[in-house]
């Protein structure tokens, strides 16, 4: 076998390694990036791909291991979905139990479960009060959480308070204080087969990671997550994830125009079921939603991460809701891989030929912008609509979002049904108080949706699927909550 020329069986084979290992399955679009994961599996073990390929055939544990740590890739920033951690730290004031325990189920390299952390500090809970455990099944991804460091682009949506008080500067990069990396413990965990590490569980985070789980599997993981949870506890999952939870008895709570799920206490009234309908994220009544951006989407910063985020030499840390996520066609960096400086990664991959776009999505989430520009512009010479999406996201970065827009129209110009793209239009126009021309991006994103079934990944420089975006792009006022599901 060369790299890049998998017939279908031995990719089928490849992909049943995955989903047994780890229960992960990929929609027919992703299964081609398996080729890329495993020939970067190979390199990392200084063999050829046709001889990986042989021991991963045979399932060699050291093999499929390393496979995993490179299929699957850690994706998450500080403070995602901010309406959820505001909420546990609201109810887990009330909880009366001495410990109020956290569980952040596919972690991958620690921003969700230090957050969690500090929005329970934030909200006054001392420490000992509360606990979270953070699992994952990369082991790297794990080791980097370990540490506490990150760059820029984890924290680009960090509010300068919480900055200030839980993270101190370590060179270009960012480490999280002791009293946080106290209060969370890294562990291995197996979704697709370990049970619950706990029981009698608070809360539990699993965001963006069901949705890679055939649905039976998930399923099945969610009955574990009930199984753990104390009556009354809370469970997290992501827009996408909350059909899966239909019939299997979880009331909903209002988080700030988005969902949390709860298991019943004995004896409490049962919540009333106005609307068999799933929440929508947006701004206010009567406004347009901005849609959920995919990972690596920068929204509204604030002034003074605009600023740090124009400097090139920040180094840092790839990371998007604490998950763990399959390859994709576009791979990125492995979250963690030791420090090495970012610069030298970059030039290591232009030396295996790796394309542009890619270096440029590994410069950007290295706070490297400038060079993240440059090879955007590279790689759109050859018309990729992606590239110009990434030269979209730099733009506004630094607050650019006249540059952003026309970047985005350039994308649209070589492939007009890029949801996405119109999708970023939504964002960028809210932002510049341009509400009727964000109403006009909405109804091209949902124009660019007909067709495409809910688990349809989109085209864009990160991944997400066409059922997310559909969520997100509904407005405001058509939302209702579901009771007891």
Request: with cysteine; charged share 25%.
């Amino acid at each position: 076998m060369s790299e890049g020329v998998l017939d279908d069986a031995t990719l089928a084979r490849v992909e049943d390694v995955l989903q047994s290992a780890c229960g992960v399955t990929l929609a027919r679009s992703l299964r081609r990036s398996l080729e890329t994961a495993l020939g970067r599996a190979a390199r990392s073990r200084g063999l050829e791909p046709d001889a990986f390929l042989r021991k991963l055939l045979v399932r060699e544990a050291a093999a499929v291991e390393c496979f995993i740590e490179h299929a699957v890739i850690g994706e998450t920033y500080f403070f995602r979905h901010p309406e959820h951690l505001r909420t546990l730290a609201r109810l887990a004031q009330a909880h009366p139990a001495p410990c109020f325990q956290v569980w952040s189920a596919g972690c991958a390299s620690g921003e969700e479960p230090y957050s969690i952390a500090m929005a329970l500090m934030a909200e006054g809970l001392p420490e000992g009060r509360f606990r979270v455990l953070a699992t994952d099944v990369s082991g790297r991804a794990l080791q980097r959480a370990r540490e506490g460091v990150y760059g820029p682009w984890s924290l680009r949506r960090i509010e300068p308070e919480q900055e200030k008080r839980f993270l101190v500067a370590n060179g270009d990069d960012y480490a999280v204080i002791p009293q946080v990396r106290h209060a969370v413990e890294f562990r291995r965990h197996n979704l697709a087969v370990d049970p619950p590490p706990f029981m009698g569980l608070g809360a539990i985070f699993c965001r963006n990671v069901l949705i890679y789980f055939p649905t039976e599997l998930a399923r099945e993981v969610l009955k574990r997550f009930i199984s753990a949870l104390a009556p009354g506890g809370l469970l997290f999952v992501s827009p996408a994830e909350v059909p899966l939870t239909n019939g299997l008895g979880l009331e909903t709570v209002e988080a700030e125009g988005s969902v949390a799920l709860r298991v019943p206490a004995p004896g409490a009234p049962r919540a009333a079921t106005p609307e068999a309908r799933l929440p929508r994220l947006g701004m206010g009544r009567n406004q347009v939603a901005s849609p959920v951006p995919p990972a690596g989407w920068p929204q509204a910063l604030d002034d003074s991460r605009a600023r740090r985020a124009r400097v090139p030499e920040g180094r840092p840390s790839l990371s998007e809701p604490g998950t763990s996520r399959p390859a994709r066609a576009a791979p990125t960096p492995d979250a963690a891989t030791p420090a090495v400086p970012r610069s030298v990664a970059v030039d290591a991959l232009a030396a295996e030929e790796v394309p542009a776009l890619e270096r440029a999505i590994i410069a950007a989430r290295a706070g490297h912008f400038e060079e993240a520009e440059a090879l955007a512009r590279e790689a759109a010479k050859a018309l990729v609509p992606e590239a110009y999406l990434l030269l979209s996201m730099v733009a506004e970065v630094r607050d650019d979002l006249n540059g952003a827009v026309e970047a985005v129209r350039k994308a649209l110009y070589l492939e007009p049904r890029l949801a996405l793209g119109h999708a970023t239009l939504v964002a960028l126009y809210g932002r510049m108080d341009r509400p009727e021309d964000a109403e006009r991006a909405r109804q091209n994103a949902l124009r660019a949706l007909d067709g495409l079934d809910d688990e349809h990944p989109l085209r864009g420089v990160e991944t997400m699927t066409a059922g997310g975006l559909r969520q997100a792009l509904a407005p405001v006022e058509q939302a209702g909550w579901l009771g007891v599901r």
